[in-house]
């Protein structure tokens, strides 16, 4: 949910430079809202304030202010203290305290049951409902699921405390807060405390901002995850990625788009919506091509509300009565995932809501739970399509993806895979990063970024790492095929949805 993700907070400084800029870094961070923003939807902005002790558990009838006092997520290493009409965040491990990303003032009085909203700056709104004394849940519209909040008798005492800023603290919560949060260091082979072995010794009292960098950036390298990240500033940051990838540049984004130009065919118009974001066009053969490169950033206003109505407005100029139903539907669709940088996991849903009449599972989401044990998650909570109340279209669909295809560009493509039909993937393994990112400070004012949560199929397979394979495997994007103005996935989709191919032919 935005609780992670920097897609949504313009000029947040926790946030990199977008995949798709031709810089390593984005969601990377789970949003969220300028540039920086497309891969990483966060949830949470600065905040520097404390907060007082919680006051006595209020009675059960007391519902108005049940609110009161502080929480612990579920997960997320994160408390939640509200006082009044003010809530605020603090990022917490075993070594740390410090105040958190994200800051909210309650909107009007609270509603039934207590429900209260709160806005958040640069953020779409945050809503906590309590469901007994001692529990409560989080939500907000840009992001799926919710945070379970359970109370605690009150802040601890280090997060009233200055944090020392030395960099051997920095490197203590640094390696601590991955420690307690990332679940993939078994499936990535690293032995994360031999990492803290080998370079703690480095760090002293006196170390300068380089050599710190240089080891934190070290630290996470191998990973190889595009979910990962430090930030010192704005010319000093690293992001990591899958071996292999190499990120778009303008020049390159520039040669892909002609050479899908000339593959759509002569006199094939693309529309264009989102400021160029997503592109349709009706081609022979009534196949339609649908391309989504960013679930972001889709208008000037920078909300989550206005990318969702731009979007809506896209998709109803899409997915009209007469290209869904009748003599003149469409035979088939190609969705064009092969560079799309990611941004917020409920636009990818509300397009799959277009392609179905039945409701499904989309995914499961759960986040790590115990700073001890990798293996130990949260319950997974079920997410479903449904189907919108429009024009849907039910006919077969390829969908075109490639390692570009990063963060919310494949929860949109694991979303799509419980659909009925089943639409055939064709290119190249997907990037392989899934969670929204778990977004951090350092106590010297550095950023860093991580991944925390899993996306699980019906059977709880999860495609962090691999990424999501294609069916049918062709080349995404070669030199030689740019050259050329040949596009392999897109003909092979094309060819299979109107008739003159099969999926194994």
Not at 108 to 119: D, E, I, L, N, W
Not at 308 to 323: C, K
Request: charged share 20%; proline share 10%; glycine share 10%.
């Amino acid at each position: 949910m935005p609780l992670s993700r920097p897609a949504k907070n313009p000029g947040a400084p926790r946030a990199a430079p977008p995949h798709g800029s031709g810089a390593p870094g984005h969601r990377p961070g789970r949003a969220r809202r300028t540039a920086r923003a497309a891969l990483l939807l966060a949830t949470l902005t600065t905040l520097t304030a404390t907060a007082s002790p919680a006051p006595a558990a209020p009675a059960p009838t007391d519902r108005a202010a049940s609110l009161e006092g502080v929480w612990r997520t579920d997960g997320y290493g994160t408390l939640v203290a509200v006082e009044g009409r003010r809530l605020r965040t603090y990022e917490t491990t075993a070594v740390s305290c410090l105040p958190g990303s994200l800051v909210g003032t309650r909107t009007g009085a609270p509603g039934p049951h207590g429900r209260s909203v709160f806005t958040v700056p640069d953020g779409a709104p945050l809503t906590v409902a309590p469901a007994s004394a001692g529990r409560a849940r989080m939500s907000s519209p840009d992001a799926v699921g919710h945070r379970t909040l359970r109370r605690v008798a009150a802040l601890p005492d280090r997060c009233r405390r200055p944090a020392a800023r030395d960099p051997r603290a920095v490197f203590d919560v640094y390696w601590q807060t991955f420690a307690e949060n990332y679940p993939f260091f078994r499936a990535k082979k690293i032995d994360w405390p031999a990492v803290r072995a080998r370079y703690r010794p480095r760090i002293t009292a006196t170390t300068g901002d380089d050599e710190l960098f240089a080891v934190l950036r070290e630290m996470i390298e191998p990973l190889y995850d595009a979910h990962t990240r430090v930030v010192a500033g704005p010319d000093q940051w690293f992001a990591g990625k899958r071996p292999g990838t190499v990120l778009p540049t303008p020049a390159f984004t520039a040669r892909t788009d002609a050479a899908i130009a000339a593959n759509l065919g002569p006199g094939v118009t693309q529309h264009t919506w989102a400021r160029g974001r997503i592109a349709y066009a009706d081609l022979p053969d009534r196949v339609g091509y649908l391309r989504v490169t960013q679930f972001a950033q889709y208008t000037d206003d920078g909300s989550y509300a206005a990318d969702a109505a731009e979007l809506d407005r896209a998709l109803d100029a899409v997915f009209t009565r007469s290209r869904t139903r009748g003599p003149k539907a469409l035979r088939g669709l190609v969705v064009d995932l092969r560079i799309n940088g990611g941004g917020h996991d409920p636009l990818g849903l509300r397009i799959a809501s277009r392609l179905t009449r039945h409701p499904y599972l989309a995914y499961a989401k759960r986040a790590r739970n115990d700073a001890h044990d990798p293996g130990k998650f949260t319950t997974p909570e079920p997410v479903r399509v449904r189907p919108h109340h429009g024009p849907v279209f039910t006919g077969p669909v390829a969908v075109l993806t490639g390692r570009l295809t990063i963060s919310a560009g494949e929860t949109f493509t694991q979303s799509l895979m419980g659909r009925s039909p089943a639409p055939v993937r064709i290119g190249e393994n997907t990037q392989g990063v899934y969670s929204d990112i778990l977004e951090r400070a350092l106590p010297n004012g550095w950023q860093f970024g991580l991944p925390n949560e899993e996306f699980l199929t019906a059977g709880g397979h999860t495609f962090d790492g691999p990424g999501i394979p294609p069916a049918i495997r062709t080349p995404v994007f070669a030199d030689e095929d740019i050259d050329a103005r040949r596009d392999p996935a897109l003909t092979r989709a094309r060819a299979l949805l109107s008739g003159r191919a099969t999926a194994t032919g």
